[in-house]
């Protein structure tokens, strides 16, 4: 396991962006796949993106595509996730993961990660 810690989060209209960051204390050679999770209120944990460390290969929900973009930079143990055209529907508490597995086909799926952050909330009013 990894200690990830987020930051980032914040209140915004609707159509503002924010960009989220969650550094690793180590990006282990372990370490294949990162991703950010979220969890709005009175709705389950969903996959929001991951990001294959070693390929850079990156997967997204559908409700986020062409909006959200995730990142990371090596050098710094971080990723990223950058967030525009932001909607109420996007309010949620966000959480970045890290797993010793490929991302493939589970990408979203959370029980397959085994570190976690302690999440970081993000807000959209209309």
């Known amino acids: 396991q990894v200690r990830l810690v987020e930051s980032g989060g914040g209140s915004v209209q609707s159509g503002g962006s924010l960009r989220l960051s969650c550094a690793a204390a180590?990006?282990?050679?372990?370490?294949?796949?990162m991703g950010w999770f979220r969890q709005g209120p009175g709705k389950e944990r969903e996959g929001v993106a991951s990001?294959?460390?070693?390929?850079?290969?990156?997967y997204y929900a559908d409700s986020v595509k062409g909006r959200f973009t995730i990142s990371q930079d090596k050098a710094k143990n971080t990723m990223y996730l950058e967030m525009n055209l932001l909607k109420p529907e996007d309010t949620a508490t966000y959480s970045c993961?890290?797993?010793?597995?490929?991302?493939?086909?589970?990408?979203?799926?959370?029980?397959?990660?085994?570190?976690w952050g302690l999440g970081t909330q993000v807000t959209v009013s209309s």
């Open positions: 180590a990006y282990t050679g372990s370490i294949t796949c």
């Open positions: 993961a890290a797993k010793s597995l490929w991302c493939g086909g589970d990408w979203n799926r959370a029980d397959t990660f085994n570190s």
């Open positions: 990001i294959n460390i070693q390929t850079g290969y990156k």
